[in-house]
């Protein structure tokens, strides 16, 4: 029952289900029909936010789309996390859950001088779990964008309040900025 429930060690802590899920997975991936579908809806997705003017990066890629955070929110400055405010704002508005791939994640706090070294980017990841979401669940994110966009000067900046030494962009706590 151990296997079938909670996994056994020498399986890398897998049960017997996650396994199944896996193999099924391999086999699937290697469908054409499913893999037309798969990248279809992905594309569609982002050429819905495209054509509504949601800055996102290009070529619109097979398992999620980017928002461009610096060009949807540039009145942020790149200290107070844009893609972080972004990533906040689209839970609170929809329910939309993203990644923020940015400053939080990527930038790089020097602890002696309180100097920040910051990425290139700041961008929320839109993923896209195989078989999960249907076209509909997909316009209401596209729906909750345009929203954010139309009243993006309403988004306000973030500032760190607490951060782990160590992977810090999962347990940091954050506060916006006030006015």
């Known amino acids: ?5 909670e996994g056994f060690t020498t399986y890398g802590g897998l049960a017997g289900r996650d396994l199944e ?8 991936v290697l469908e054409e029909r499913y893999l037309e579908h798969r990248v279809g809806q992905v594309r569609r997705f982002g050429e819905k936010l495209r054509a509504a003017g949601v800055p996102i990066v290009l070529p619109i890629g097979g398992h999620g789309v980017y928002l461009d955070a610096r060009r949807f ?14 990533t906040c704002a ?11 791939i940015g ?3 990527l930038g790089k706090l020097d602890e002696f001088t309180g100097q920040w070294t910051w990425p290139e980017l700041e961008l929320v990841r839109l993923a896209v779990p ?3 979401y249907t076209d509909a669940h997909l316009d209401h994110v596209v729906d909750v ?3 954010l966009l139309a009243e993006r000067e309403k988004i306000r900046g973030l500032k760190v ?6 992977l810090p962009h999962f347990t940091a706590r954050l506060e916006p900025i006030a006015k």
């Open 21 to 28: 899920a896996i193999a099924i997975g391999l086999e699937e």
């Open 161 to 166: 309040v607490a951060r782990a030494p160590v």
């Open 145 to 147: 964008c345009t929203r």
């Open 73 to 86: 929110l540039p009145h942020i400055p790149q200290p107070q996390f844009p893609a972080q405010a972004l």
């Open 103 to 105: 400053g939080l994640m």
């Open 130 to 132: 195989r078989r999960v």
């Open 90 to 100: 689209l839970y609170l508005e929809g329910g939309v859950r993203g990644v923020e």
């Open 1 to 5: 029952m151990l296997i079938l429930i």
